[in-house]
């Protein structure tokens, strides 16, 4: 029963018991860390007892009824049958549906009986290490059998239950994606930057400036991939009312712009924002595009969920649903992974980000509004496509099957 409740018992729940220093599991971690002696000591006396058993039954077996074979064999039968179910298969069950609870207390125990036997111990040990050897088996080596790896960890927090909250726990699960995710993943695309073009009249930088709906604006001359900087909003207004504004005066507010790596995993982006004290950064992809931007608080909600920020409803994106016909209206600029874990779809999202390049990258060609094909469960009907790409898409619930029409 204690061999198999020390080696059913949870090394984690096990050490965090004995950092807060309870003595019986600081003795148990003691005897897991000598685990050849601790399996020897109790072996040994396993099956000494059940050898004296047997002898003992045998022997009176043939005192009460003489040198009968079939006596004996009877005899035998029974012992073998006792041993089994009382000093194996019940003990260990018991064991091992409670490790903690036997364990523990024995533990008090074993400390002392290892020392007694210790020369017994290092008798046997003698034949068994020399059968290792000739077997090439290296027992010494350190293992990292009980460090958890980030899926085993994921386990754990999914079969937390009742222990962890529900909100906790979809915290954890989002931490442990972020080093699967990229900014491109999480990024407000390029086509929903607002930003300003320091080449336009000055009453025109005004009025967006009074209209905007942002704290910070990129800032850039003729060309949005020609970025000079990121504007405080703020700080511009109060140049609002001086009578001779120029272009200069906006410019010297600029602060220098951060740019950022596309396929950049977000975790690693994380860190970078914390080392370099940035809250804001441009995504570049490999030709010096401009692909979008990221900020430290589309990391944060990425990790606890949306919450209310000052950034008007309109831009900021908001959740969807199947309606009671099994529909939803989404623009063709929707995230894939919003839309996996809104609709609990599976699209891939090992290509496109968007739900136009995955129709594009899928059929090949920029369509036509009206048309519709059945893809990875749902039925998708292009509703509204402009500008060489497509805006408006209906999903409907579907089967898997695919095809286009």
Avoid at 25 to 34: E, K, P, S
């Amino acid at each position: 029963m204690t061999e198999t409740a020390l080696m059913a018992i949870n090394r984690h729940r096990l050490k965090h018991l004995a950092n807060r220093g309870n003595k019986f599991a600081i003795t148990t971690l003691w005897l897991l860390g000598r685990t050849n002696r601790l399996l020897s000591v109790i072996l040994i006396a396993n099956t000494l007892i059940n050898a004296l058993i047997t002898a003992l039954v045998t022997s009176l077996a043939i005192t009460t009824f003489g040198h009968d074979d079939k006596v004996i064999s009877i005899a035998t039968a029974i012992v073998a049958f006792l041993l089994i179910v009382f000093a194996e298969i019940t003990p260990k069950t018991i064991g091992a549906a409670y490790p903690e609870q036997i364990a523990l207390p024995a533990s008090i125990v074993l400390r002392p009986l290892i020392t007694i036997g210790q020369p017994a111990i290092w008798f046997v040990n003698l034949f068994v290490n020399a059968l290792l050897r000739l077997l090439h088996i290296d027992t010494t080596k350190k293992t990292n059998d009980h460090k958890l790896s980030p899926d085993e960890l994921r386990s754990i927090v999914l079969e937390g239950g009742n222990f962890i909250a529900q909100k906790h726990k979809s915290i954890l699960l989002n931490l442990f994606d972020l080093e699967n995710i990229s900014v491109n993943d999480i990024m407000t695309p390029r086509t929903q930057v607002e930003a300003l073009n320091l080449s336009m009249p000055i009453a025109d930088i005004k009025h967006q400036l009074t209209t905007c709906d942002h704290n910070k604006l990129l800032v850039y001359e003729g060309e949005i991939n020609r970025i000079i900087g990121i504007l405080h909003v703020r700080k511009a207004i109060v140049l609002l009312n001086q009578d001779e504004l120029t272009v200069e005066h906006f410019r010297n507010l600029l602060n220098a712009p951060y740019f950022i790596p596309a396929d950049t995993d977000v975790f690693t982006q994380l860190q970078y924002f914390q080392e370099n004290r940035e809250k804001l950064g441009i995504i570049v992809d490999e030709y010096g595009e401009i692909q979008g931007l990221v900020t430290l608080e589309d990391i944060i909600e990425e990790m606890i969920g949306e919450f209310t920020t000052s950034m008007s409803e309109e831009t900021h994106s908001k959740p969807f649903d199947w309606n009671a016909n099994g529909e939803c209206l989404l623009e063709g600029s929707t995230v894939l992974r919003d839309i996996n874990k809104c609709l609990q779809l599976n699209f891939p999202l090992n290509g496109p980000k968007t739900l136009n390049g995955l129709l594009l990258e899928y059929l090949q060609d920029i369509p036509e509004a009206n048309i519709s094909l059945k893809f990875h469960g749902c039925i998708m009907e292009i509703i509204e496509v402009q500008h060489q790409s497509i805006k408006v898409v209906k999903l409907i619930r579907n089967s898997d099957e695919i095809s286009v029409k």
